[in-house]
């Protein structure tokens, strides 16, 4: 597949509009809002999201850019609330992902945020959250977001090393993420930091210094992510021609240990199999969202959605997205509604990841009778499993949880 290719799917109304069925189930339910922003400075080589750089689209005379985005956005931001109706809940969390959000001007992300402020409110204490380059924000831009309503920031730090750095084609100063987790800081808002482990030609004290550097800074969450070689891009390609080394399962492994051994020393507890945080409080309440199955609608060129059991996804070139909004007519390129076995699947799939684990009840038949086997295996935690009835992964069972899924859902 190549980079960011949509799945199939069946045709999406023009209007946008949902079944009568998956939007009954919203009432008393939460509801998250993404907005993503495809921009970047440069493309990274292991990268496969939906991202674009201004030369990409055209330059400063491109029909969308950064200066125009927001409108686009807030385009869409009023036709969710036009489809989801009277019976849409608040907004619980916002999440500005991308690219890099903070390529666009701080008053625009708080423009974007207040719009869906207008549309639909935001419950108390929501959680607000924007991804950001350590070289594209500054004491003042994060002043701006913090008083626009921001609480959190995520900064892409991915390595400490600066030839790791090199390979992933990061092009931020290292020195910069302090800056910024302190300027975060100061604002009053919350921190985390984004890690990458298993780049090729990276070491395993390499690995410890990055580990070691980020704990140092304090933040309130540390996302650690093996890195995933994914078809179709740079990286992949020289992975092909032999001029870098495939990772390995062994050392990834190795340094997923490493970090969790030493993030649970300083006192950062894994409440998901590539996330750490400080208590519950500092969790990101957003991505617990999507691992817990909940309603998101999500904003921008190729963001996907989901309410209700219906899932769909947004056209992926910024200028088809904003043409089809400036048009009236809804960016969704296609959708699907889940069977049962699909929405089943998918919370064994994503509930097996979380320390809370998953209800043993909530499993098939076949997936029951596999758990004594995982327990025996050291997959799974016994205590858990006896005491609580849950599916609760060990260190071990977190570096094997595709196995553990497998065997769960086999019939």
């Known amino acids: 597949m190549p980079p960011s290719a949509l799945p199939d799917g069946d045709p999406a109304p023009a ?9 009954s189930s919203l009432a008393g339910t939460e509801l998250g809002i993404y907005v993503h922003v495809p921009f970047c400075t440069v493309r990274c080589g292991y990268c496969d999201f939906n991202t674009y750089t201004l030369t990409e689209l ?3 005379g491109a029909s969308i850019g950064v200066d125009s985005y927001a409108d686009a956005a807030l385009r869409e931001v009023d036709l969710a609330r036009r489809v989801l109706g009277d019976e849409s809940p608040s907004v619980s969390t916002v999440f500005v992902g991308g690219g890099t959000p903070t390529m666009l001007r701080s008053g625009d992300l708080v423009r974007m945020l207040g719009g869906i402020r207008e549309c639909f409110g935001l419950e108390p204490g929501a959680e607000v959250t924007t991804e950001a380059n350590p070289d594209s924000v500054t004491p003042e831009s994060l ?3 913090a008083d626009g309503g921001f609480t959190r920031v995520s900064i892409g730090m991915q390595s400490a090393v600066p030839p790791v750095l090199a390979t992933l084609e990061r092009t931020h100063d290292p020195a910069n993420v302090a800056r910024a987790v302190a300027a975060t800081r100061a604002a009053g808002m919350q921190v985390s930091v984004d890690l990458i482990y298993g780049t090729p030609g990276e070491s395993l004290d390499d690995w410890r210094r990055s580990l070691e550097t980020a704990i140092a800074l304090e933040p309130d ?5 093996a890195l995933v070689v994914e078809q179709g891009t740079k990286l992949a390609a020289q992975v092909r021609r032999g001029l870098v080394a495939m990772p ?9 240990e490493l970090a969790d051994a030493l993030l649970a020393d300083a006192g950062f507890g894994w409440y998901e199999v590539s ?29 996907h959605s989901h309410v209700g059991g219906v899932r769909w996804w947004n056209v992926k070139h910024p200028s088809a997205y904003a043409a089809r909004l400036a048009s ?8 699907e509604c889940l069977t049962d076995e699909q929405r089943h699947d998918e919370r064994v799939l994503l509930g097996t990841r979380l320390v809370e684990g998953l209800p043993v009840d909530d499993l098939g038949t076949g997936g029951r009778g596999a758990v004594a086997g ?14 609580h009835g849950r599916v609760v992964l060990t260190r071990r069972g977190r570096l094997l949880a595709d196995t553990v899924v497998h065997r769960l859902l086999a019939a």
């Open 15 to 23: 209007s946008g509009e949902l079944p009568a069925a998956a939007l």
């Open 58 to 60: 055209g330059g400063p």
């Open 143 to 145: 002043t701006e977001l």
């Open 221 to 225: 969450h540390i996302s650690a992510y």
């Open 248 to 256: 390995e399962d062994d050392d990834e492994a190795d340094k997923y």
């Open 275 to 303: 996330n750490w945080a400080r208590s519950e409080q500092t969790r990101c309440r957003h991505n617990i969202a999507y691992w817990a199955g909940t309603n998101w609608w999500g904003i921008g060129p190729g963001a």
């Open 328 to 335: 009236g007519v809804s960016p969704a390129q296609a959708r």
């Open 374 to 387: 995982l327990i025996a295996d050291g997959l799974v935690d016994g205590p858990a499993a006896v005491a």
